[in-house]
């Protein structure tokens, strides 16, 4: 396999950043982001992660609901050169403290070019977000009254957010409900609005509910999650456990162009290859016993639509 190098003279600028990557904006201007990936024990090489993508991840979807990835080479010098910004940017407090401490690899040898899928005029407005649990953990004991992430968030405490049965439900009125968690509760920065936020807001939300009530994605999300791990995470845990894994763990982006009819724009992005290495698998199993056990799956007082 060829692999094309990152031009040195390419400037990059920060973008964003997860747990496990951080993102960049290239100039010369490209339609695609930089996606650098974060010194972690859990972490993979980028060749390696790569040819999970291609052999593994990717031929579980249709192409057409993808975010295209290609892998680049990195230049040398690049890691620590950008390692020395971000941490500029945490002393002049422009990168989130709860990143601080947690730097670019850098004997990491390649990065990965992800179609950008951020607006492009000022008239759209990207949406994002992980849709998780999609079914129902197939070890979730009889009688549970939420499902795997509510009752996960319940156990934490982590407040109020959407139901994922609720996204993949197929109901207008569930889905809808669910984006009441998703969609920014103001404007996004750049974006123009014309008529009111409140306005702009519901036509937002009827063109993004529209969307995943029209689209195979969810359906595909849910067939995959039964399919690649029927016994959840208290059963064997087969070859294709950790599959089921990634795809609970994914990205959904979509971009959405207000003055065009339906104007939604879907990429599946953030395929990470799960392992059960590093104590994953012990997590995994005692997570599940402990939502088991003390009754979070039973709910109190929060009921999730099952």
């Given at each position: ?25 290239l100039?010369?201007p490209?339609?695609?982001l ?8 859990s ?6 992660a790569?040819?999970y993508?291609?052999?593994?991840a ?26 020395s ?33 951020t ?8 949406v ?20 795997r992430?509510c ?49 702009e807001?519901?036509v937002?939300?009827e ?22 791990d ?20 994914l990205?959904?982006?979509?971009r959405?162009?207000m003055?065009?009819?339906p ?44």
């Open positions: 396999m060829s692999i094309p190098t990152l031009p040195a003279e390419t400037q990059l600028s920060y973008l964003a950043e997860g747990a496990a990557n951080v993102i960049y904006r100039t010369p490209s339609r695609f930089l996606r650098l990936r974060k010194t972690l024990a972490s993979q090489p980028n060749l390696s790569y040819n993508l291609s052999t593994t990717y031929p579980l979807f249709p192409a057409h609901l993808l975010v295209a990835t290609t892998l680049i080479r990195l230049p040398p010098s690049l890691l620590a050169s950008e390692n910004r971000l941490k500029a940017l945490e002393a002049s407090g422009q990168r989130p403290k709860k990143r601080h401490g947690m730097y670019l690899d850098t004997e990491e040898e390649f990065g990965f070019l992800v179609a950008d899928m607006p492009y005029t000022p008239r759209q407005i990207l994002e977000f992980k849709p998780k649990w999609v079914v129902q953990s197939p070890s979730a004991p009889e009688g549970a009254r939420r499902c992430t009752a996960l968030r319940a156990m934490k405490r982590q407040g109020d957010g959407f139901c994922p049965l609720d996204l993949a439900s197929g109901e207008k009125r569930r889905v809808s409900r669910a984006m009441e968690f998703i969609l920014p509760n103001k404007a996004p920065k750049g974006f123009e609005v014309v008529g009111g936020w409140e306005e807001r519901k937002l939300r063109k993004v509910v529209g969307f995943l009530l029209e689209s195979e994605l969810m359906g595909v999300l849910k067939g995959l999650q039964k399919r690649l029927p016994e959840g995470p208290l059963g064997s845990m087969g070859d294709r456990f950790t599959d089921a894994m990634t795809v609970r763990d990205t959904v982006f979509l959405v162009d003055d065009v009819d104007g939604v724009e879907c990429g599946v992005g953030d395929l990470d290859m799960k392992t059960k290495e590093g104590g994953k698998e012990e997590y995994w199993r005692a997570t599940e016993k402990t939502l088991i056990e003390e009754g979070w799956y039973y709910g109190n007082g929060s009921v999730c639509e099952l």
